[in-house]
């Protein structure tokens, strides 16, 4: 077997068994009747709502078109400032114009890949972070009654970071010359949507 | 592998997996009768906590990134650590109030995240309070129940935790593989930072 062959079953497999792991039902084996959904709840959480979801996968995007090193930067400080703004929501510090500000982060980081905007690092990430609050203060503390946050939390996290990942994976067209103008135009799409959320956040 | 090769392989296989089907021995599934099950109830109650389990891969994710030497000194001090930290649980008579857990997160998952190189006598240092302190609350939690026997089961559960994932790490080559372990990192540290959120939400 080639060496791309082989590759290419390692992926299948993966695919195949995350297929499986997001398919199961809760299993309910243990006393503690929350802890297995409080794990999926926080899993699923990030996916329900979709200016998440495309402010998520445009950081990915971004990171990919960026190249090295913010194709990995990006996607560790996300988690991080994310959790900050979680926590500044537990404690009850308020944020102004939350949703306007993750409508913002859409358009922002949308017109950042349609622009193919390369600013130094330090501006990507400070950018990013200011998001990420948003991001986070929102939705991080969203738990439902009777759950573990704990789980909620690591469930939560992770899945944020399969949309990053899912952002970079998409992101690797940029490697061809179609696949660079439909990364473009996919960060036009995320824009125009986050102008559609901010029309909706403010009206 | 030729294709005849594969089918004699797949042949055999089959004769011997139908020769132990017709000579069936005792399942022994009742743990009682081989006096293991304070053994797996320590496994079980590693592999079922995460809050135990997640510091634990990261003890063994960090010592592999930091190469040969603290990945092999791990392997050893770690579970060891655990063990006795444990032994001191299950004499305790009173439990501390103290956020280990948040701490680990916090501790560990910003060492992967940074990928800071340490000196080995700080990494080893390190490797022991979490294990001790960690050993230390599953004393407490196997008081009455497994015991000594559970936690011999959480050491050996660790010693084979961390010997996998700490190869594993140190047999990355490619610079994105290694990267891949500190974004995992980096999930750790936002576990931590919001389960202090939740603590202080909790607290207050």
């Known amino acids: 077997m080639t060496r791309k062959g082989k590759y290419l079953n390692y992926i299948t497999c993966f695919l195949v068994q995350s297929g499986f792991f997001i398919a199961i039902p809760f299993a309910h084996a243990h006393v503690e009747q929350s802890q297995a959904i409080s794990f999926v709840t926080g899993l699923g959480h990030p996916w329900s709502g979709l200016d998440h979801v495309l402010a998520m996968i445009a950081v990915g995007l971004w990171g990919a078109q960026f190249g090295n090193p913010a194709i990995w930067t990006l996607p560790i400080t996300f988690p991080l400032a994310m959790s900050l703004g979680a926590m500044m929501g537990l404690l009850g510090m308020p944020l102004p114009a939350i949703e306007a500000g993750i409508a913002v982060s859409a358009i922002v980081l949308g017109l950042m890949v349609l622009g193919e905007v390369r600013p130094k690092l330090i501006v990507a990430v400070i950018l990013v972070s200011c998001f990420a609050v948003f991001h986070g203060h929102a939705h991080g503390t969203e738990l439902p009654a009777g759950h573990s946050g704990f789980l909620y939390s690591m469930g939560f996290v992770i899945a944020t970071g399969c949309l990053h990942g899912l952002g970079i994976t998409v992101g690797l067209i940029h490697r061809w010359p179609m696949g660079k103008v439909a990364l473009r135009g996919s960060g036009g799409l995320i824009a125009a949507m986050g102008f559609f959320f901010l029309w909706q956040a403010v009206a | ?204």
């Open chain 2, 1 to 204: 592998m030729k294709s005849h090769q594969s089918t004699t392989a797949l042949l055999f296989t089959g004769v011997a997996a139908c020769a132990e089907l017709l000579n069936p021995l005792d399942a022994g599934a009742h743990l009682l009768t081989t006096g293991m099950g304070p053994v797996y109830d320590g496994i079980g109650h590693l592999l079922l906590t995460p809050e135990d389990l997640i510091p634990a891969m990261a003890v063994a994710l960090y010592a592999g990134l930091r190469g040969k030497d603290p990945g092999r000194q791990t392997l050893f001090l770690f579970p060891l650590a655990w063990l006795i930290g444990g032994f001191a649980g299950l004499m305790a008579t009173s439990i501390p109030v103290f956020p280990v857990q948040i701490l680990s997160f916090l501790l560990l998952g910003g060492l992967i995240a940074s990928d800071l190189r340490l000196p080995d006598n700080i990494i080893t240092v390190i490797v022991i309070a979490v294990g001790t302190i960690h050993g230390f609350y599953n004393g407490i939690a196997m008081e009455g129940g497994p015991g000594i026997s559970g936690l011999f089961g959480i050491s050996s559960i660790i010693f084979a935790l961390v010997a996998i994932a700490a190869a594993l790490v140190i047999s990355l080559r490619a610079a994105w593989a290694r990267v891949v372990v500190r974004v995992t990192g980096s999930w750790i540290v936002a576990v931590g930072l919001l389960m202090l959120g939740w603590m202080a939400k909790g607290a207050s």
